[in-house]
């Protein structure tokens, strides 16, 4: 081992600790905040836990504002948009990667071109053609981006890890007969898992957190998601940090449990199964 | 009978000419090695051949069919690669029986002919194993047998051995050797190492800046080379040329040629009537010494005849044993 990389080696753990302290401390401001009384003001000084602990910030938010309504429909928003948007960014990358010479310079031109147009610039053109299809107030505009990957990021993130692979085994399956999207399946996708888990996970965390798009297109109450459902709190009742914190606390339960759930796959890189089905 | 012919084969990537009108015919169950320097067009043959190039123009022929614009997987051929692409998440047993699940074949079938494969090659009892817990050499005889269970018209090998330790290599060769006697199939290996060449091939295709510069049985090419790229590519030590003003302590040479001779032909018998040089450096290779001499020659002698650096030798060429190539063209030119 080199002294540069023993140095490094003694300070990886504080250096993690420190930047694990760094992200923690919001969501500790967060979770205590939510346990102080309905009403009660911001504490003038970071404290550990709140005196006295209470829940009822939880129940005052349940009944200001439909949060488990909200909160499902943000469950079955984002369920209709992680897989297509895992599914169609993937094929987009995988086509990418099987394209030779200047075809595939092109798409991935376009990929970062597309990439730098701000979401916001197409608000007005998007709303204009989800209108003239008479699909505004649906959820169908907050999932139809799916359609396309959801962002030339993910396509990208595809294409670069395809890329990694051994082009010799898609040449030996494409000797054996083996058709793209079969290839796709059985080769490319199970040696990618972490990537797939990767993409999952941020379409997950922008369907989840996406605000701008429920506010454009949904007017009945009934189909708003949770972003919504905060900001409807946080006019009814402003000033009340308890109920927005746990309010937010909500909010952000399922994107940490999600992430509980998927980081194992980043951590234990299970190749999968052939045709025996091991 | 021809197994596998290629006439007239061009292909270009960009402005590089790598394959130019490159004709190669492979006979049935003959194992015929393409061989030539890095970026001669070799690979780029194979793959011209496996489908999984398309030919700028000529044909190719597998079987008697003419398969130029078939698909990779119409063609029938079979294809070992360098980095054997072996599919990691799969067993060795899955790795094998591939080409038979894709193309649907029963599966007591695929199992009964993996096992028959597998134990062609000697794996199997890896048959449960992923490829990330095999050797080297392990991973190159499943690739092989990957190859053999399709009984396919043609094997195209590209530089299997390439990427295994010396040792193995040339456990492998003979191994493959033995193989293709076993099975009696038409194989073309294409490689880059012309030891690997004159030991596998019943034939050996010498390939130069994509074309053929000669075809024919090891020792043809190694006594009879047609021009000065082909004398020099196979052996070595490579063989020693001279120009006919160095050339003439030893041999009357014409003008305009170069005299050619192979290192185990420069005698150093210490001969009264052979020209006097001195010994520079002795690399000591086995059984085997190379001994770099002043006069610009490289002899191979037998190690326990090798004499010290810095003594002065007896050296003699005989007309019978030496080469002459026309020195414009590299073509070979008789002894007149």
Known sequence: MRAGERSWGGWRQPAAIAVAVAFLLPFWYLASGSLREPGAPPPRAPELLPRPLSVESYDRAFELVDLGRYTLNSLAVAALTVPPAVLFASWAGFAIFLLTGRARAVLIGLSFAALMVPATAL?????????????????APLVAPALLGLSPFYVLLFYWSFRRLPRELFEAARLEGMAPLAAWRRLAMPLVRPVTVAVGLLAFIASWGNFLDPLIYLFDSDLYTLPLGLRSLAVLDRTNYPILLAAAVVSTAPVVLVFAVAQRFFLHEDRGAGWLGR | MTSLGVEGARKHFGGVQALDGVDLEARDGELLVVVGPSGCGKSTLLRCIAGLETLDEGTIRIAGRDVTRERPAARNVSMVFQSYALFPHFTVSENIGFGLVVREVRKSEVVSRVAASAELVGVSHLLARRPAELSGGERQRVALARALVRDPDAFLLDEPLSNLDAGMRTEMRTELRRLHRRVGATMLYVTHDQVEAMTLGDRIAVLDAGKVRQVGEPDDLYRRPNDRFVAEFLGSPRMNFLEPDRAAAFLRVPDGTILGIRPEHVRLDGDADGAT?????????????????????????????????????????????????DRATGARLPWT
């Open chain 1, 123 to 139: 608000l007005v053109p998007r709303f204009a053609i989800f209108r003239a299809l008479g699909l505004t107030d649906t959820w």
């Open chain 2, 277 to 325: 040089t001195r010994v520079e450096l002795v690399e000591l290779a086995g059984s085997d010494a190379y001994v770099h001499l002043d006069a610009g020659l490289v002899a191979r002698v037998p190690a326990d005849e090798r004499p010290h650096e810095g003594a002065e030798v007896q050296l003699r060429i005989s007309a019978g044993d030496a080469h002459l190539f």
